[in-house]
């Protein structure tokens, strides 16, 4: 099992930036794919970005492509997601996740063997 503890969210007006972090722990963090998700007021988690173990493959929702980058460093345990050109409709709980096993790339809640506590992002129109 892995722990993550994602950090970075907080208030932002429309078209501004936010860095969003999240530190591993608990087991070999460069054996599994990471990824993010996102889960607005009344609305289902929704898959964001994804990453494979050596970083050298990433893809994301249509929704964020373009505007969102995801990246990781092996040697700090942590993955990153750079959100660009924000809007309001951003605006959700974001969550860290960690593949189920090292075979595994995250492409949805299915594949996700352990999440972080999640951070809050709003964006203002």
């Known amino acids: 099992q892995v722990q993550l503890v994602e950090s970075g969210g907080g208030l932002v007006q429309a078209g501004g930036s936010l860095r969003l972090s999240c530190a591993a722990s608990?087991?070999?963090?460069?054996?599994?794919?990471m990824g993010w998700f996102r889960q607005a007021p009344g609305k289902e988690r929704e898959f964001v970005a994804g990453?494979?173990?050596?970083?050298?493959?990433?893809y994301s929702a249509d929704s964020v492509k373009g505007r969102f980058t995801i990246s990781r460093v092996n040697a700090k345990n942590t993955v990153y997601l750079q959100m660009n050109s924000l809007k309001p409709e951003d605006t959700a709980v974001y969550y860290c996740?960690?593949?189920?096993?090292?075979?595994?790339?995250?492409?949805?809640?299915?594949?996700?063997?352990?999440w972080g506590q999640g951070t809050q992002v709003t964006v203002s129109s």
């Open positions: 996740a960690a593949g189920k096993n090292p075979i595994v790339l995250i492409t949805g809640p299915q594949s996700v063997g352990s």
């Open positions: 990453i494979s173990r050596s970083g050298d493959r990433t």
């Open positions: 608990g087991r070999t963090f460069s054996s599994y794919g």
